[in-house]
């Protein structure tokens, strides 16, 4: 239809593609066998186990939290609310309907998915610092009712019975293994996302929302899509972090810092890259352990990081990490462009 | 002649001030057709209503006489139209190609197949990368396809929003100023890209534009509205003799 087509332009381009893609799964399968070897290595204690589940935690929170901001330009300060809707329904389930853990967690996820569609149509129109204001007032809504509901048990707590999968007991290293392979999966889901039609009618609503609808983006549709999946995502975590310690409390859940650590675990790591919520999971989770015996100190450290983040590197760390991949990897598709336009 | 889109006395308020008053016209099929009239005189909003971004408060648009006054901006670009901005309007952190197949979203099929990858998506999705890679070669930006668009000179930028909105394989692109800012030399480049659109790929053109040489030179047919209504219609020839528009524009000769 558009007359001839250069073979050879086309054929290198789809090469090159082909080889970044297997480099990266590469990266990704050995971090993940690394992840899933680290608590049979020798000298690693039981504690260490839970303390890399809390890590994983937060890393697929901040994936979640990444959907939403990062790729489709919603500001979230409100995915606490998820990550307590995915622990609750999790801890309830197993608690009173002796489920396996994986069908708590999924089910939390579910869950949790269904409140980010409800959110999203009800957020329709808002958007920026409203949407950020809008989502808080979400967090608070959950921890309201967590408190004061008689079933969630408020301050007091639900202890939860020992984990079970496939009706086999787990101890800390079993629910490493389970919450790497759920790390896995949404990792799985979220690079399928970016890389599809979907990921792209997400990022044009965030760059340029009417030119997306002229483009045929329907904005009501993936816009509540992206909140669905984004809030499914953190149900997930959720779901896994009742479980780590078999106990829920409004205490913990209804904290609204859960919302503002996932947000800055997302934003310092790279809200738009895939590798960003792992830097940003394991940063915020490693601040307060290293930081024990000063514990205030971390929440300005936190901070601190932040600004420095935004001023300095507005795409995150893995940004920066990633600036000579990409270079290297335009070089390669187009060996022509030299990234200067002509 | 068949119309491919025609619109019947709409007209849009804003308060107090009418943008549009009961403005008439057709769109005839396989044409370039122009839209001018002084600042202010109603053009964007117009095109805003037809490309379904503004309501009109009455009136009746058709699309090859079927009504599309109540469906949504969305829904244009799987229905044939599609349009660009007066201002550029690109997915500023994108690449140049995420940006064209960004154009061609309707043609995606289901997006959940898409997601997940199954065969029959990744074969579809090969083949709207293969398309836009044409398409941008078609319009000189091969060596582009890579790069973020927030980068590339003005003029690349509207080729590259010529690209995402034939990406949609429309059959009509309505065009809001495509040569507003644009140097001498890049103004000819897209004069001679909307001439090929029109003519190689039979796809009609509506544009708005103040560059009066240039609309003069490539339409076949010109509008002029003036304070929100029609004031004149006709080949560019009978428009600049119209006394009418030369009025609007110059201003009237003082008679005391």
């Given at each position: 239809?558009?007359?001839?087509?250069?073979?050879?332009?086309?054929?290198?381009?789809?090469?090159?593609?082909?080889?970044?893609?297997?480099?990266?799964?590469?990266?990704?399968?050995?971090?993940?066998?690394a992840a899933?070897?680290?608590?049979?290595?020798?000298?690693?204690?039981?504690?260490?186990?839970?303390?890399?589940?809390?890590?994983?935690?937060?890393?697929i929170?901040?994936?979640?939290?990444?959907?939403?901001?990062?790729?489709?330009?919603?500001?979230?300060?409100?995915?606490?609310?998820?990550?307590?809707?995915?622990?609750y329904?999790s801890?309830?389930l197993?608690?009173?309907?002796?489920?396996?853990?994986?069908?708590?967690?999924?089910?939390?996820?579910?869950?949790?998915g269904?409140?980010?569609f409800?959110?999203?149509?009800?957020?329709?129109?808002?958007s920026?610092?409203?949407?950020?204001?809008?989502?808080?007032?979400?967090?608070?809504?959950?921890?309201?009712?967590?408190?004061?509901?008689?079933?969630?048990?408020?301050?007091e707590?639900?202890?939860?019975?020992?984990?079970?999968?496939?009706?086999?007991?787990?101890?800390?290293?079993?629910?490493?293994?389970?919450?790497?392979?759920?790390l896995?999966?949404?990792?799985?889901?979220?690079?399928?996302?970016?890389h599809?039609?979907?990921?792209?009618?997400?990022?044009?609503?965030?760059d340029?929302?009417?030119?997306?609808?002229?483009?045929?983006?329907?904005?009501?549709?993936?816009?509540?899509?992206?909140?669905?999946?984004?809030?499914?995502?953190?149900?997930?975590?959720?779901?896994?972090?009742?479980h780590?310690?078999?106990?829920?409390?409004?205490?913990?859940?209804?904290?609204?810092?859960?919302?503002?650590?996932?947000?800055?675990?997302?934003?310092?790591?790279?809200?738009a890259?895939?590798?960003?919520?792992?830097i940003?999971?394991f940063?915020?989770?490693?601040?307060?352990?290293?930081l024990?015996?000063?514990?205030?100190?971390?929440?300005?450290?936190?901070?601190?990081?932040?600004?420095?983040?935004?001023?300095?590197?507005?795409?995150?760390?893995?940004?920066?990490?990633?600036?000579?991949?990409?270079?290297?990897?335009?070089?390669?598709?187009?060996?022509?462009?030299?990234?200067?336009?002509? | 002649?068949?119309e491919?889109?025609?619109?019947?006395?709409?007209?849009?308020?804003?308060?107090?001030?009418?943008?549009?008053?009961?403005?008439?016209?057709?769109?005839?099929e396989?044409?370039?057709?122009?839209?001018?009239?002084?600042?202010?005189?109603?053009?964007?909003?117009?095109?805003?209503?037809l490309?379904?971004?503004q309501?009109?408060?009455?009136?009746?648009?058709?699309?090859?006489?079927?009504?599309?006054?109540?469906?949504?901006?969305?829904?244009m670009?799987?229905?044939?139209?599609?349009?660009?901005?007066?201002?550029?309007?690109?997915?500023?952190?994108?690449?140049?190609?995420?940006?064209?197949?960004?154009?061609?979203?309707?043609?995606?099929?289901?997006?959940?197949?898409?997601?997940?990858?199954?065969?029959?998506?990744?074969?579809?999705?090969?083949?709207?990368?293969?398309?836009?890679?044409?398409?941008?070669?078609?319009?000189?930006?091969?060596?582009?396809l890579?790069?973020?668009?927030k980068n590339?000179?003005?003029?690349?930028?509207?080729?590259v929003?010529?690209?995402?909105?034939?990406?949609?394989?429309?059959?009509?692109?309505?065009?809001?100023e495509?040569?507003?800012?644009?140097?001498?030399?890049?103004?000819?480049?897209?004069?001679?890209?909307?001439?090929?659109?029109?003519?190689?790929?039979?796809?009609?053109?509506?544009?708005?534009?103040?560059?009066?040489?240039?609309?003069?030179?490539?339409?076949?047919?010109?509008?002029?509205?003036?304070?929100?209504?029609?004031?004149a219609?006709g080949?560019?020839?009978?428009?600049?003799?119209?006394?009418?528009?030369?009025?609007?524009?110059?201003?009237?000769?003082?008679?005391?």
């Open positions: 239809m558009f007359g001839p087509v250069n073979k050879s332009s086309l054929n290198r381009g789809t090469l090159a593609n082909i080889t970044t893609l297997r480099q990266n799964w590469g990266l990704m399968i050995a971090l993940f066998t899933l070897a680290f608590p049979f290595l020798p000298g690693v204690e039981g504690w260490m186990a839970s303390q890399a589940a809390l890590i994983v935690v937060y890393i929170a901040a994936q979640g939290v990444s959907i939403l901001t990062g790729y489709t330009g919603l500001v979230t300060v409100g995915h606490g609310g998820f990550l307590a809707i995915g622990a329904t801890a309830l197993t608690k009173y309907f002796a489920v396996d853990l994986i069908i708590g967690i999924i089910s939390g996820a579910i869950m949790a269904v409140f980010g409800l959110l999203g149509l009800v957020f329709l129109r808002l920026g610092a409203f949407m950020a204001i809008g989502t808080l007032g979400f967090a608070f809504f959950v921890g309201t009712i967590v408190n004061n509901i008689p079933i969630f048990e408020g301050r707590g639900i202890s939860l019975p020992t984990n079970r999968v496939l009706g086999m007991e787990i101890g800390d290293t079993g629910f490493l293994v389970i919450s790497v392979i759920a896995g999966l949404t990792t799985l889901l979220i690079y399928r996302l970016v599809s039609g979907v990921g792209r009618a997400f990022m044009a609503l965030r340029a929302e009417r030119a997306a609808e002229s483009s045929g983006v329907n904005r009501v549709k993936y816009r509540t899509l992206s909140f669905t999946i984004s809030a499914a995502v953190t149900g997930v975590a959720g779901g896994l972090n009742a780590i310690v078999n106990y829920v409390s409004a205490e913990v859940f209804a904290d609204i810092w859960y919302s503002v650590d996932f947000l800055v675990a997302t934003v310092v790591g790279g809200s890259m895939l590798m960003g919520p792992f940003g999971g940063f915020i989770v490693m601040v307060p352990f290293f024990e015996e000063l514990a205030d100190f971390s929440f300005i450290l936190k901070g601190v990081v932040l600004i420095g983040v935004l001023i300095l590197a507005p795409a995150g760390i893995a940004g920066v990490i990633a600036r000579p991949f990409q270079a290297l990897r335009a070089k390669r598709i187009c060996p022509k462009s030299t990234g200067q336009p002509k | 002649m068949t491919i889109l025609r619109c019947e006395n709409v007209l849009v308020s804003f308060g107090g001030v009418v943008a549009c008053n009961n403005i008439t016209l057709g769109i005839t396989g044409k370039i057709i122009g839209l001018i009239g002084p600042n202010g005189a109603g053009k964007t909003t117009l095109f805003n209503v490309t379904r971004f309501d009109a408060d009455t009136g009746s648009l058709y699309f090859r006489g079927a009504d599309i006054g109540r469906l949504k901006p969305h829904d670009a799987s229905m044939g139209m599609t349009r660009t901005f007066q201002n550029i309007n690109l997915f500023a952190e994108q690449s140049t190609l995420d940006n064209i197949l960004i154009g061609a979203h309707h043609l995606i099929g289901n997006p959940f197949a898409n997601m997940f990858g199954l065969p029959r998506a990744r074969k579809n999705e090969r083949k709207l990368i293969e398309r836009a890679r044409q398409i941008a070669e078609m319009l000189r930006l091969e060596d582009q890579n790069n973020e668009v590339l000179p003005y003029g690349v930028q509207k080729r929003e010529m690209a995402r909105a034939l990406a949609s394989n429309p059959e009509i692109i309505l065009l809001d495509p040569v507003a800012g644009c140097n001498e030399e890049e103004t000819a480049d897209l004069k001679e890209i909307i001439q090929h659109v029109n003519r190689e790929l039979g796809i009609t053109v509506f544009l708005v534009e103040h560059d009066m040489s240039m609309v003069m030179s490539i339409c076949d047919y010109i509008y002029v509205i003036n304070f929100g209504a029609n004031l219609e080949t560019p020839a009978e428009i600049q003799s119209n006394s009418d528009v030369i009025k609007a524009y110059l201003g009237e000769e003082d008679e005391t």
